[in-house]
């Protein structure tokens, strides 16, 4: 396996880029505490929304949402923050949530390393965070995601988001000398098989942003479901016949922390559902905070989709199928509204948009 592919040099980087992602909020202004957080964004942009949501669960009382579609909700309003996040800045969804996001008088901020959403900020007045370019959107999720949590204590959601965002860096770096020979230890037992991974908690959106990881990185489908809303549907599938079942491998996400019930419910559904899929392997949280412990997961899980994609042989960097319909939405009429719109805020409020 080759050890050191490129994808996997973004991966090893990122303790650096959580604190150069706290950084780099310093520039946002203050904001007053909104009555609903609102991210905008699709596939890798989008995902840091769902942790934000997942990681407040208990604390914010202010809701979170994550708007992945053209369009935002109707209850999405003057009192929102808004934050629109795009790696590329050309997201044709997250630019026309972004262009109805301003219309309706939402508080904006943008997370994005340039493009039109970068030109169009700078242009509207709208805070950016601006990070660094070169990375694929999914390997950049610290500098995505880190953001999110600085303006989320800044506007009052919650209390210490930095400080853990600060122990986080420091346990991922303590995971880096050991971390390949684990990741490689997993994928190897994945190969040939379609990975499912179970969450829970904090641990909910973890466990999608690893399927996510498994399609974009090894090229494989995944699936991801979460304790305890799977025992109440999707276990019954695990009673199917062997020859399909033994297709499947069983990731379940575990912490030192996970209530009593939730240890008890993944017990028995080991037990009694799992006994005839391929494998069933455990990828278990590091670090006290609920933050470390996001981050530990996922940094372990996803380098054991880039090593899985070497055992492959398939590139974990490119994503063609992404890269083919994004080229051919261009050639349609949703790039011709979007700028239409785009052009109407010119109008409007007297900026000047190249596109
Ligand atoms: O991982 C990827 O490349 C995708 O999921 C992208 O993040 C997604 O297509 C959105 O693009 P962007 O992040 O540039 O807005």
Not at 79 to 99: K, Q, R
Not at 248 to 266: A, G
Not at 329 to 339: A, K, P, T
Request: proline share 5%; aromatic share 8%.
């Amino acid at each position: 396996m080759e050890d050191h592919n490129e994808m996997l040099k973004f991966y090893f980087r990122w303790p650096d880029a959580i604190l150069d992602a706290i950084q780099r909020s310093q520039e946002l202004p203050s904001l007053t505490k909104p009555s609903l957080l609102a991210v905008i964004g699709m596939g890798g942009s989008a995902i840091g929304g769902d942790l934000l949501r997942d990681l407040l669960y208990n604390q914010s009382d202010v809701p979170i949402y994550t708007c992945r579609d053209y369009h935002l909700p109707a209850w999405v309003g003057p009192n929102s923050l808004v934050i629109a996040v795009s790696y590329s800045g050309n997201t044709e969804e997250t630019l026309m949530a972004f262009s109805e996001a301003f219309k309706r008088g939402c508080k904006l901020v943008a997370i994005t390393s340039g493009g039109i959403l970068g030109q169009l900020c700078t242009e509207l007045k709208v805070p950016i965070v601006r990070i660094p370019k070169g990375y694929p959107p999914r390997a950049a999720l610290p500098y995505l995601f880190i953001p999110m949590c600085v303006l989320g204590e800044r506007v009052g959601l919650a209390k210490g988001l930095i400080d853990q965002a600060k122990k986080a860096a420091k346990t991922l770096r303590s995971m880096l000398v050991s971390i390949r020979e684990k990741a490689k230890r997993i994928a190897k037992r994945l190969v040939g098989t379609i990975p499912v991974i179970y969450g829970f908690g904090i641990f909910k959106s973890v466990a999608y942003r690893l399927k996510t990881q498994f399609n974009e990185n090894s090229k494989v489908p995944s699936f991801a479901n979460w304790f305890p809303a799977l025992n109440h549907d999707e276990v019954v599938g695990w009673e199917g016949e062997e020859e399909l079942l033994e297709k499947f491998s069983v990731i379940l996400i575990r912490s030192q922390d996970e209530p009593l019930e939730i240890k008890r419910r993944i017990e028995l559904t080991r037990e009694v559902a799992l006994h005839k899929v391929s494998e069933i392997l455990e990828i278990w949280s590091k670090g006290k905070t609920p933050l470390e412990q996001m981050m530990s997961v996922l940094l372990l899980g996803e380098i054991a989709s880039i090593c899985l994609a070497l055992l492959r042989r398939v590139d974990p960097l490119k994503v063609r199928t992404i890269d083919i319909i994004k080229k051919h939405m261009l050639e349609l009429q949703f790039s011709e509204d979007i700028r239409r719109r785009l052009l109407k805020l010119q109008g409007r409020y007297k900026v000047t948009i190249t596109l």
